[in-house]
T-cell receptor, first 114, second 113 residues
């Protein structure tokens, strides 16, 4: 089944403890992206990647890192999480040339930083 | 920078009522437009999309949307809502061949049985 898989689905952590949220897609998509969803703000793009080793900042990149060493994986790294990063995170992917068809989204990761 | 606005934060309807959710975007060039739906506790799913051709597009579950270029709008409609349409709806704009995919803040729809 074609899908975008995020792990974990739920995570509670303490301020300052480094964490990684994984994202993997099995559709051979070039484009991948991370969003955070907050009430009243919709989805805001954190980082995106056009292909392997090509990443760029979205609208709200502060406090986050990403890497794209392989086409299928696009992990989101929080080096020192803070409470304002408590949010619902979505990974998404789409294929170059098919971007008109929109992104396929993962099931989300709900992160709480205490 | 591109932006997307949605007219209503929360809409409450009774079953069988007609629905129209407003969406406006700010971008002067060619855009691709989307509506996504997020059912409670689930991820976003594509409802419908527009990228060229007939400005009236039909999506899944009886939804449709009309692109009015002169008004920079892409409103979502459904003639008769059901309780199962209770969800949050997001309008989104894609520009620059996918480098910029901007979502609106969302409209929560509650349908009363």
């Amino acid at each position: 089944e074609a899908q975008v898989t995020q792990n974990p689905r739920y995570l509670i952590t303490v301020t300052g403890k480094k964490l990684t949220v994984t994202c993997s897609q099995n559709m051979n998509h070039e484009y991948m992206s991370w969003y955070r969803q907050d009430p009243g703000l919709g989805l805001r793009q954190i980082y995106y990647s056009m292909n392997v080793e090509v990443t760029d900042k979205g609208d709200v990149p502060e406090g986050y890192k990403v890497s794209r060493k392989e086409k299928r994986n696009f992990p989101l790294i929080l080096e020192s999480p803070s409470p304002n990063q408590t949010s619902l995170y979505f990974c998404a992917s789409t294929k170059r040339g098919l971007v008109n068809y929109g992104y396929t989204f993962g099931s989300g990761t709900r992160l709480t930083v205490v | 920078a591109q932006s997307v606005s949605q007219h209503n934060h929360h809409v409450i309807l009774s079953e069988a009522a007609s629905l129209e959710l407003g969406c406006n975007y700010s971008y002067g060039g060619t855009v691709n437009l989307f509506w996504y739906v997020q059912y409670p506790g689930q991820h976003l799913q594509l409802l419908l999309k527009y990228f060229s051709g007939d400005p009236l597009v039909k999506g899944i579950k009886g939804f449709e949307a009309e692109f009015i270029k002169s008004k920079f709008s892409f409103n979502l409609r459904k003639p008769s809502v059901q309780w199962s349409d209770t969800a949050e709806y997001f309008c989104a704009v894609m520009v620059d061949y996918g480098q910029n995919f901007v979502f609106g803040p969302g409209t929560r729809l509650s349908v009363l049985p």
